[in-house]
């Protein structure tokens, strides 16, 4: 799996509201349909949050969103059995195209070539482990 995509500041730094919208985030991603949803939720004026979240953290929250709904694809992808549709419906995206091209913009390859790595790797493991007994 990549490095976290959504390490943020310290907590201590962020102010209570871009906590807020932090932690609604990570609770909600995938039924998160518009940014202005997660000011709404915490009650807070959508141009403030947008602005200290911004300010606070580097990122949009729209790109905030969409790193957290990538690094779950990353962990739902480790599970073979999943179709790569199903995925990107579980974290929030209304068709595979746009998350394969979201994801592929981020990881450089598709949703299915990751996954692809992913169980090569864990085979080769668990071969190297059995050689090595």
């Not at 995509?5 to 998160?32: G, Q």
Request: contains cysteine; hydrophobic residues 35%.
């Amino acid at each position: 799996m990549p490095r976290s995509l959504t390490r943020l500041p310290s907590a201590d730094t962020l102010s209570p509201y871009v906590l807020a919208a932090v932690d609604h985030i990570l609770e909600h991603f995938s039924t998160i349909y518009s940014i202005e949803e997660v000011s709404g939720a915490i009650g807070c004026n959508y141009h403030t949050l947008r602005g200290r979240f911004r300010r606070e953290t580097g990122l949009t929250m729209k790109k905030y969103l969409s790193l957290v709904r990538l690094e779950k694809s990353c962990e739902l992808l480790q599970d073979p059995v999943i179709q790569v549709k199903e995925i990107a419906w579980k974290v929030g995206y209304n068709n595979e195209s746009h998350f394969t091209q979201v994801f592929r913009q981020t990881f450089g390859r598709q949703p299915s070539i990751y996954r692809s790595i992913l169980l090569s790797r864990r085979l080769a493991t668990v071969f190297g482990e059995i050689h090595s007994e």
